[in-house]
């Protein structure tokens, strides 16, 4: 059977906290980046993106930011909600124009 | 109004049958995908098409083959089913190739 979320690196968070949800890329040629979030039984949701000539970018609760040096990005998402329980993608693109999305990470969310 | 359809949702079928799940977008995107999400939720680009043209095709078993009669729909054939084609399936499309995209609700294939 599958084993939703055991495989995946999980955050578990307090109602109200912060959430910060990491993502490395290795192909220096990715220019434009987009973190999904998915829920159970649903495809992925676009939540924010950012192109590689901005270090960040602010949504309505959320922030991502992204650093080139290192290859990283991350997700930040201000007062957690229940809501916002899901699995959280990170997709590059590059020139060749194929999207790459990172393993996601399982976000937990306690009232 | 759904954005990005698919159907059917689910689809159990036995090992060696030819299935198609279809794919339908009112958005008026010009580029459409098809992606494999296997058990451990790792989401792997199958095939994207432009303008009903392919323009990617990542290294799938031909017994995958995807038809875009048109801008709109982007359908999956699978011939021969294997065990290892069960997975759920996503349908995706975006403005351009270098947007974000929008997905369908999947379609869940069982092969037994």
């Known amino acids: 059977g599958e084993s939703v979320g055991l495989h995946l690196p999980t955050l578990s968070v307090q109602e109200g906290d912060n959430s910060i949800i990491n993502c490395a890329y290795s192909?220096?040629?990715?220019?434009?980046f987009i973190w999904y979030k998915q829920e159970s039984g649903k495809g992925p949701q676009f939540i924010i993106d950012i192109r590689s000539n901005m270090d960040k970018r602010q949504g309505q609760r959320v922030t991502v930011l992204l650093n080139k040096t290192v290859k990283h990005l991350s997700l930040q998402i201000a007062a957690t909600q229940p809501g916002d329980s899901a699995v959280y993608f990170c997709a590059g693109l590059g020139g060749s124009y194929i999207p790459t999305f990172g393993r996601g990470t399982s976000l937990i969310v306690h009232p | 109004d759904t954005a990005v359809s698919q159907t059917p949702k689910y689809l159990v079928t036995q090992m060696g049958n030819d299935k198609s799940i279809k794919c339908e977008q009112n958005l008026g995107h010009d580029t459409m995908y098809w992606y494999k999400q296997d058990s451990k939720k790792f989401l792997k680009i199958m095939f994207s098409y432009n303008n009903k043209e392919l323009i990617i095709n990542e290294t799938v078993p031909n017994r995958f083959s995807p038809k875009s009669p048109d801008k709109a729909h982007l359908n999956l054939h699978i011939n021969s089913l294997e065990l290892g084609d069960s997975a759920v399936y996503f349908c995706?499309?975006?403005?351009?190739?270098?947007?974000?995209?929008?997905f369908g609700p999947g379609t869940r294939l069982t092969v037994l």
């Open positions: 995706a499309s975006s403005h351009d190739r270098d947007n974000e995209q929008f």
């Open positions: 192909n220096s040629a990715s220019d434009y």
